[in-house]
């Protein structure tokens, strides 16, 4: 049957379109109130307050985070005391058994460098030279200056260096060159700058040898001139303004398991870090083969970034400083070694000397060493953390000692104590039991897990004993099995789960004092652990999913803790949904933040009920992806960063669309 539009619109069809369209209305406004859910902000009643300092980051020296990372030192083995004295080293030219070797000083004030480089041009038939590959390559900046200096000693003048920046074909992109100075027993630092010409993430460094005679070298260095705050071999600044960005409460440094080291022989002590860079100790960093299908031989600490750089990097981005300290105990997942426990006063002097170091006067014996280095002014430490996810009794015996001395010497520092690499099981309630009985003051829990159990966990500190120890979350990153590749793991399943998860640690503030994710950087090419919060390559950094969802929390830390219920129960994942607020007393505003989980979009109608005057509309920053498995890639543009805009607030009432796979964050001043 042929239909006509005369058919289709006759007035009973019109009627029958018409209550059915009425219906459907009906229908929809009905749905719409069911999916809206309506959560309620307590705001004159504030549950307990915030600890200022409470979200920071946690440093270790792990996938390249420090050297050929942030500490801006262009050069790989400068000093050729790596386990292959050559290793970034290429030798250029004819050369003869004799015209380039590596010799050893006995002299005592050498013993922490000890090796340095002897060549000898006298014999050769051709110009002999040197050519470091740098970690991976050298990012090089066109119109940027390179600072080069060594340490060298010549006892005939005659030789002539001539250096060069290299692009990733060969070609020169800077040169120049200096002429050593004669001097038969004294060692001599000598500098210059290039220049380059070009832009190339892998570029290189070349020396020529002009000239004959013999000339030993030490102490091959080469940095950016655009280091951060332009100082002198200092930290690579886009690096650090990333961190500092976070606007962190405190840095916790150096580790992590390079504290505890491989074997005691290889922990990490902070003494032989500080003082001149050419008298600091380089040790095999221990993710050098801590992972057999990632291993990275030339791996190596040179404490270029020592206790003092750290410090003062807290210091430049207005973090506390929470230095970890090794409690005699290696690594129990490798040797396990002991320190006796009658053998503990070296471990306890190295804690009470930082203390030192950290906040003594001018006068005193470490106080001095930090005066010299440039910093007389106390650094004001408040936090030690004893060990590094150690267990079991043996851990709690030597805490125990440092607990006692450190009270007596130090009681206005705060000690923080491991509760071991387990967040729950038999370890961890044992640690548990036995911290909270010495009344130690932060027990520090650590999360690497799957985001199920993220989402899972968000009322893990609802029951926790308000009167007991503090809590620090020192480790936590949510392990995504979805992903194919290492960047991959920071996707945005990943970065969603932690957000729900930090409304937990958030509505719970007033037990869980500090919280940082772990581990901090990884070098696109370089890295042995993933995920990580910030990728980088040798010109940029990629700040990942979750890099963002820390800023969010970190950048508005409130000073109050705010009820935010749903029919009078915190909302930890009813309806998919999660949520906590807090109120900042300084800057007058209250703050939201609600995680979608679900593939739905959801409704949420927020009562904000309070004497406060609330402005007009509320500032809204959001991040969302379709795909769980969006990521932020290493070399290209960033996917999964928030984007801002305004919500009306009218009469205290806040209405919000929730996109799905979302996290808002929405800041109403008053």
Same mark, same amino acid.
């Given at each position: ?21 009425a ?17 309620t ?5 504030p549950?307990?307050e ?32 790596f ?10 030219g ?32 051709t ?61 001599q ?17 070349r020396?020529?040898? %002009?000239?004959k ?21 200092g ?7 990333a ?9 916790r ?39 057999a ?20 990097m ?19 997942? +490798? ?5 006796p426990?009658?053998?503990?006063d ?9 203390? %030192?170091?950290?906040?003594?006067s ?41 607990q ?17 690499p ?9 640690l ?6 010495? +009344? ?6 650590h ?5 199920k159990?993220?989402? +899972?966990n ?10 007991g ?6 480790e936590?990153?949510?392990h ?57 390559? +040798? ?38 949904v ?15 933040k ?14 904000l ?60 001043t008053?």
């Amino acid at each position: 049957m042929a239909f006509t539009g005369k058919h289709i619109f006759s007035r009973k069809n019109l009627l029958k379109i018409a209550l059915l369209a009425a219906a459907l209305q009906v229908q929809s406004t009905d749905l719409l109130a069911q999916d809206q859910k309506t959560f309620t902000v307590d705001m004159n009643k504030p549950k307990g307050e915030i600890n200022p300092n409470m979200w920071g980051i946690f440093f270790e020296d792990i996938n390249m985070g420090a050297d050929g990372g942030i500490y801006a030192e262009l050069i790989k083995n400068r000093s050729f005391e790596f386990f292959r004295p050559m290793m970034g080293w290429e030798k250029l030219g004819k050369n003869t058994e004799a015209s380039m070797t590596i010799l050893n000083r006995q002299e005592e004030e050498h013993q922490a460098n000890p090796r340095y480089l002897r060549v000898d041009t006298r014999k050769a038939d051709t110009t002999l030279g040197l050519k470091n590959e740098g970690f991976r390559g050298m990012g090089i900046k066109e119109g940027l200056a390179y600072d080069f200096s060594v340490l060298y000693r010549q006892a005939n003048a005659g030789i002539r260096v001539k250096l060069e920046l290299l692009d990733s074909t060969g070609q020169v992109i800077a040169e120049t060159a200096f002429q050593p100075t004669a001097d038969v027993q004294n060692w001599q630092s000598a500098e210059a700058r290039l220049v380059a010409t070009k832009t190339d993430p892998k570029g290189s460094f070349r020396m020529w040898f %002009e000239g004959k005679g013999v000339i030993d070298l030490d102490m091959i260095s080469l940095f950016p001139e655009d280091t951060w705050k332009g100082r002198k071999k200092g930290l690579r600044a886009d690096m650090v303004q990333a961190l500092a960005d976070l606007k962190p409460g405190f840095i916790r440094f150096p580790g992590g398991c390079i504290v505890e080291g491989f074997d005691l022989s290889q922990r990490f002590q902070w003494k032989k870090t500080v003082g001149a860079i050419e008298d600091r100790q380089l040790i095999i960093n221990r993710w050098n083969t801590e992972f057999a299908h990632r291993l990275t031989p030339d791996y190596f600490q040179t404490f270029g970034l020592g206790f003092y750089e750290y410090f003062l990097m807290a210091e430049d981005i207005g973090a506390e400083p929470l230095p970890i300290l090794n409690c005699g105990m290696a690594c129990q997942f +490798n040797t396990g070694e002991l320190v006796p426990l009658d053998e503990l006063d070296p471990y306890i002097q190295d804690a009470i000397d930082l203390i %030192e170091f950290a906040n003594g006067s001018v006068n005193t014996t470490w106080g001095k060493v930090r005066a010299d280095m440039g910093h007389p002014e106390p650094f004001n430490l408040k936090l030690l953390g004893v060990g590094n996810e150690n267990w079991g009794p043996q851990y709690v015996e030597r805490l125990a000692v440092f607990q006692k001395i450190l009270k007596e010497k130090h009681p206005e520092v705060e000690i923080i104590a491991s509760a071991g690499p387990y967040s729950s099981g038999e370890y961890f309630e044992y640690l548990d039991k036995e911290l909270r009985t010495m +009344n130690v003051d932060i027990i520090d829990e650590h999360f690497y897990q799957e985001p199920k159990w993220f989402l +899972n966990n968000a009322k893990r500190y609802d029951n926790y004993d308000r009167q007991g120890p503090k809590i620090f979350a020192g480790e936590y990153a949510a392990h995504s099995r979805a992903a194919t590749h290492a960047e991959q793991r920071n996707n945005w399943e990943a970065a969603l789960s932690e957000a729900a998860f930090l409304t937990g640690l958030e509505r719970n503030a007033d037990v869980v004092q500090l919280a940082s994710y772990a581990p901090l950087f990884a070098h696109a090419e370089g890295w042995q652990w993933n995920p990580n919060l910030i990728w980088v390559d +040798n010109m940029k950094v990629y700040p990942t999913p979750s890099y963002y969802v820390q800023k969010a929390y970190s950048n508005n830390t409130g000073t109050h803790i705010l009820s935010l219920l749903d029919q009078g129960a915190a909302v930890a994942g009813q309806d998919s949904v999660y949520a906590s607020a807090v109120l900042d007393e300084e800057h007058r505003n209250i703050t939201l933040k609600l995680v979608n989980v679900s593939g739905q979009a959801k409704q949420i109608a927020l009562n904000l009920n309070g004497s406060q005057k609330l402005a007009k509309s509320a500032q809204v920053e959001f991040i969302t992806a379709n795909d769980l498995g969006a990521f932020n890639a290493v070399g290209k543009e960033l996917r999964v960063v928030p984007q801002q805009t305004t919500l009306p607030v009218n009469k205290k009432k806040l209405d919000l669309p929730m996109q799905p796979h979302a996290f808002y964050t929405i800041k109403i001043t008053y």
